[in-house]
């Protein structure tokens, strides 16, 4: 199942992906006077199956009696496919070929560190670009997002606890990431995680470690891998943060990024993003991300 998070008067609201179009999940209920259907995506999240087969039927129902509710994708303010998650995990250097393209050394271990919920944006959302950065960079990653409390789960059982997926652009400012030994500060500007267009339930996707993932810049294709070249697979991920912290519904994990970035381009070719410029992430099972950057007002 393909989840949406849209706004309307001012509040996000829950919708459904199908062939039809997006079913707006309130409207579609209150038509069909059934109770207990989850109209928050975070509601679905914990709800797991459960929350997924009430929504099925849901969206059979519309569909067969062209019931109220159903939207135009392309009409709508989507939000992040994720509202509010308790915790931003990401994990840097996780893919061979871009730790490569860096010069740096293959991690034995995967590399954390975190954002915040300032950085969640949506698809279609302008990105400021920091007055204080002038090396802002796009990278495109596949995220993992929590459906069930893990603690020291293992690598076999890991995926269990995964509810889906979905597409962000991690960007960085490089100039900040790299100012001191510690990532965050060029990880954490506002708007600097947009995410969606669509959850998609685990089910959907299967192996998560075998999609393409993509992203261009004005068209231009930048990178062009699979995530099968992650040092450090999903299934090891999610094992391994659960041995040091609670994982918990809601929580998303940002695995990292193949090569194609521009930092990993000698200094002479580094062209950062500026001003205008279009980024669409893209991957495979999960649909397409794009952001428009925009030079900060504030």
């Given at each position: 199942m393909k989840l949406v998070t849209f706004e309307q008067a001012g509040a996000y609201k829950l919708g459904v992906k199908t062939d039809k179009g997006i079913l707006d999940v309130a409207a579609a209920q209150?038509?069909?006077?059934?109770?207990?259907?989850?109209?928050?995506?975070?509601?679905?999240?914990?709800?797991?199956a459960a929350a997924i087969a009430a929504l099925q039927e849901l969206v059979d129902r519309a569909s067969e009696n062209g019931g109220e509710g159903w939207l135009d994708e392309s009409k709508l303010q989507l939000g992040p496919c994720v509202t509010?998650?308790?915790?931003?995990?990401?994990?840097g250097l996780n893919y061979r070929k871009h730790a490569e393209e860096t010069n740096a050394p293959i991690p034995q271990y995967p590399?954390?560190?975190?954002?915040?919920?300032?950085?969640?944006?949506?698809?279609?959302?302008?990105?400021?670009?920091?007055k204080v950065s002038s090396e802002v960079d796009y990278e495109a990653e596949l995220v993992i997002v929590i459906g069930k409390t893990a603690k020291y789960v293992s690598k076999e059982d890991a995926l269990s606890h995964v509810f889906g997926y979905c597409c962000v652009n991690d960007l960085s400012a490089r100039d900040l990431q790299l100012r001191t030994h510690q990532w965050l500060l060029g990880k954490s500007c506002d708007k600097f995680s947009?995410?969606?267009?669509?959850?998609?339930?685990?089910?959907?996707?299967?192996?998560?470690?075998?999609?393409?993932?993509?992203?261009?810049?004005?068209?231009?294709?930048?990178?062009?891998?699979?995530t099968s070249d992650m040092i450090f697979h999903c299934d090891e991920i999610v094992s391994y943060i659960s041995h040091h912290m609670t994982l918990v519904p809601?929580?998303?994990?940002?695995?990292?990024?193949?090569?194609?970035?521009?930092?990993?381009?000698?200094?002479e070719q580094r062209v950062y993003l500026k001003d205008g410029d279009i980024v669409t992430i893209e991957i495979e099972k999960?649909?397409?991300?794009?952001?428009?950057?925009?030079?900060?007002?504030?």
């Open positions: 209150a038509a069909s006077g059934r109770q207990g259907v989850p109209t928050d995506v975070h509601e679905v999240i914990e709800g797991g509010r998650p308790n915790k931003i995990i990401c994990v590399i954390l560190f975190n954002k915040f919920n300032n950085t969640l944006a949506a698809q279609g959302d302008d990105i400021p670009l920091p947009p995410l969606g267009p669509y959850l998609v339930s685990a089910d959907e996707v299967g192996n998560p470690n075998e999609l393409a993932i993509k992203a261009t810049v004005n068209g231009e294709v930048r990178q062009n891998s699979n809601g929580d998303i994990i940002l695995t990292g990024t193949p090569e194609g970035v521009v930092l990993g381009l000698p200094p999960l649909g397409s991300l794009t952001n428009r950057m925009v030079a900060e007002t504030v």
